[in-house]
């Protein structure tokens, strides 16, 4: 097969704590106030990263972000010295501190759509930083996400960059968790599938009651717009508001495509039978023979979806033609879900190997094996044009590795946001991280 699937995961932070921002995820709601282990968490996604990368897959990584957000705070009118900044901050609203100081840029699959250059008209990788508009404490990320991006991704032959959308509620978008793309090769014209939760501009009594849609059919059109996609080769499908009511707050916590594969759960869309025979139309067209593994609710609930997420899975394609599932350790311990996947993986279908990793402290605020990864889909030459620091080979683990040993605390809680020795260690660690990345100035306190 031609072309490959780059997976950029993000690195997890110094200050990963569990603050229960996210209502709809139901992980950060149930841990939050938790002890949270920063250092364990950075070294359980290398090792992924690792793993990935050593199994033969193009692995790159993605920066942190700087937390906490001093500039955000300042624009708030909080002023003085940082330290002042964060003492004031603290005493007026110690949860604002918090969620201005989350890890969350870790969950990458919500960084960016990536369109690949086989869909565009003009040829290039498309690149939309998602404005994460629903949640304040994600809100903040897509600056400094543009930032990275581009250093990453910085041939203006091979990649075009479009900022966020505009910071409205009917323009929430979050990123490639709600986007899918069904293709052969990988560098040859494919399918894409945009998930969105609600319309944006009118209400049509399909919104979920009890928690948020966060993507919007208005973002999604905009996307799909910015990337130059051929409408006869783009599908947009409603996400099933049981679902999102059920803690299905992005579509990657119910359905995962890879190639001609999508791996997903009977309740994950609004009017699936309609659905996915468009995709089969459209792929049919491509002469792309189109493969769903649909996984019924008498085998998995929905609950038992979000509480494993079984399908906040990798799927990978294997040199030898199958595809191994990632999944986290979660799946394996559930035995009805585990048994599901011990199935699968005998069935003689597309997947014939499953991978577990343990992905505890990012799992515990609701982000699993995909949501850690960015998919990008590059040809030999846009692959030869990624900065090359950012691949994860053997000598960038060992760098990264002894890093995060060397800044990372081994324990985060709230009420260690304000100690200003913490901004300092942040700091350093991420300017040296820069040096090692090759990502040049990237942080508003480098600039
Ligand atoms: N499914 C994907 N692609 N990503 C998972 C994102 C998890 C993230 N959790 C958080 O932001 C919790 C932070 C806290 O509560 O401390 C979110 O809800 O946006």
Redesign the pocket.
């Known amino acids: 097969m031609s072309g490959c699937e780059a997976n950029f995961d993000g690195l997890v932070g110094p200050t990963h704590?569990?603050?229960?921002?996210?209502f709809g995820?139901e992980a950060?709601t149930k841990n939050?106030n938790a002890v949270a282990n920063p250092r364990l968490a950075a070294k359980q996604g290398l090792l992924k990263m690792k793993a990935l990368a050593d199994l033969g897959f193009a692995q790159g990584i993605l920066p942190p972000h700087e937390r906490p957000h001093l500039s955000t705070l300042r624009k708030m009118g909080f002023g003085g010295s940082d330290r002042e900044v964060l003492t004031k901050a603290q005493a007026y609203s110690p949860r604002l501190l918090s969620s201005l100081s989350?890890a969350?840029a870790m969950?990458v699959?919500?960084a960016a759509t990536v369109s690949p250059s086989a869909d565009s008209a003009d040829g290039r990788v498309h690149f939309t930083v998602a404005n994460l508009n629903n949640?304040f404490?994600?809100a903040i990320e897509a600056e400094t996400t543009s930032a990275i991006l581009r250093a990453t991704f910085h041939a203006d032959k091979y990649f075009a960059h479009h900022d966020a959308l505009p910071q409205v509620a009917a323009l929430g978008d979050e990123g490639a968790?709600n986007h899918n793309r069904l293709c052969g090769a990988y560098d040859k014209p494919g399918v894409q599938v945009f998930v969105y939760g609600r319309d944006g501009l009118v209400k049509d009594g399909n919104e979920p009651v009890r928690y948020p849609a966060r993507q919007t059919r208005l973002a999604s059109d905009a996307v799909a717009r910015l990337h130059q996609l051929d409408e006869k080769r783009t599908v947009f499908i409603q996400q099933n508001p049981h679902a999102i009511d059920s803690g299905v707050?992005?579509n990657?916590?119910i359905s995962v495509s890879n190639a001609n594969v999508l791996f997903h759960h009977e309740q994950a869309f609004v009017n699936s039978g309609k659905a996915l025979d468009e995709i089969r139309k459209k792929m049919a067209a491509l002469e792309l023979d189109f493969q769903p593994i649909e996984v019924p609710q008498s085998k998995v609930s929905l609950d038992d979806a979000v509480a494993t997420y079984l399908f906040?899975s990798q799927l990978l394609s294997k040199t030898d033609g199958k595809m191994m599932l990632v999944v986290p350790e979660e799946s394996r311990q559930h035995a009805g879900v585990w048994a599901y996947l011990s199935a699968l993986k005998d069935s003689g279908g597309p997947v014939d190997q499953i991978e577990v990793f343990d992905l505890r402290e990012s799992m515990r605020?609701?982000?699993g094996p995909?949501?850690l990864r960015l998919r990008v889909a590059l040809n030999r030459n846009e692959l030869n044009a990624v900065n090359v620091a950012s691949l994860v080979s053997d000598s960038q683990f060992t760098r990264l590795n002894t890093w995060v040993d060397t800044h990372y605390r081994d324990r985060m809680q709230a009420k260690d946001l304000a100690d200003p020795q913490l901004l300092t260690e942040v700091r350093t660690a991420l300017d040296e991280l820069t040096n090692i990345l090759g990502l040049g100035a990237i942080y508003p306190f480098q600039r």
């Open positions: 704590h569990y603050a229960g921002l996210s995820n950060s939050q989350s969350s969950w699959a919500n949640k404490h994600r968790a707050f992005h990657d916590v906040n605020n609701g982000g995909a949501c």
